[in-house]
């Protein structure tokens, strides 16, 4: 493929991608020199090391890079996870203009980009013993790329239980109200995999309190009821302020919730 041609088909690419698309068989430094030669031109940017922006034809100017798809490359196992999914799966409330986060298997410092925070995030341990760190990923499309990210029930589980990585809970209940459904059996055999019965009572009580939403059945939350927690656990993790327990699921739901767990529609 030709240099031009590849950076009208990538508006986000790496140094590897170019040189597997359009520098193959020869030498590395031909890559390098010829990116530099369309840097010189203001064809392409450096975003980082070994990552890099092109200039849409007709614009004068780069635009913002898109964070879902910097993120994307920042690592080559990268999974757009948390808001960063919602996102790509058109599904989010809000847009982070600010933050931008990837599951990844191996462990890397955040970097800003652009004003942008870009945070890695290990798999969950649980997936990482199982070697199931690809389970429930997905890959969509965003602006011509393929982009991988957590699917619709992954990202239900693993928001509820890193909810700083999602905004809150008022935009996670506006983000998952936009799913049409949730396949239970996959967020069943999905808790099941985690193993916790932190995140058994916090599903239980979510789904309980939306069963109509989501139609629920019997079944599902008598499940989720034999592996619930023991003791009382935060509905939001790592929340310290008091609240009222339900006792069906041994949840503390705090009284500042600004949407009320029933309230999906």
């Known amino acids: 493929m030709a240099l031009d041609e590849f950076l009208t088909l990538h508006p986000i690419f790496t ?19 010829e990116l530099h030669r369309a840097e010189r031109a203001r064809r392409v940017r450096r975003l980082k090391r070994g990552l890099y922006q092109s200039r849409p034809a007709g614009m004068k100017a780069f635009p913002p890079p898109s964070p879902l798809l910097v993120a994307s490359c920042l690592a080559t196992d990268a999974v757009l996870s948390h808001h960063s999914a919602f996102e790509a799966m058109g599904v989010a409330h809000s847009v982070f203009m600010r933050l931008a986060t990837y599951w990844t ?39 011509g790329l393929d982009v991988r990210t957590t699917g619709r029930e992954r990202t239900f589980v693993d928001s509820l239980q890193g909810m700083r990585w999602v905004g809150g809970w008022e935009e996670f209940c506006h983000c ?36 109509e939403r989501f139609y629920v059945e019997k079944e599902v939350l008598a499940q989720l009821e034999e592996n619930k927690s023991a003791v009382p656990v935060p509905l939001v993790a790592g929340d310290k302020t008091e609240g009222q327990r339900d006792a069906s699921w041994n949840v503390v739901v705090p009284a500042t919730l600004t949407v009320d767990l029933g309230e999906l529609t």
């Not at 140094?15 to 020199?33: H, L, Y």
């Not at 945070?119 to 602006?143: D, F, M, N």
């Open 15 to 33: 140094i590897a991608e170019v040189r597997q698309a359009c520098f193959q068989d020869k030498a590395d430094q031909t890559a390098r020199a």
């Open 105 to 143: 298997k191996s462990s890397r410092h955040g970097v800003e980009i652009e004003n942008v925070t870009y945070q890695p995030l290990l798999h969950p341990a649980p997936l990482r013993r199982a070697k199931q760190t690809a389970w429930g990923v997905e890959t969509l499309s965003i602006q």
């Open 176 to 211: 998952v109200d936009k799913f049409a459904y949730l396949k239970l059996d996959k967020v069943l055999d999905y808790a099941a995999l985690i193993n916790s019965p932190a995140l058994n009572s916090r599903l239980g009580l979510f789904l309980e309190r939306n069963q």
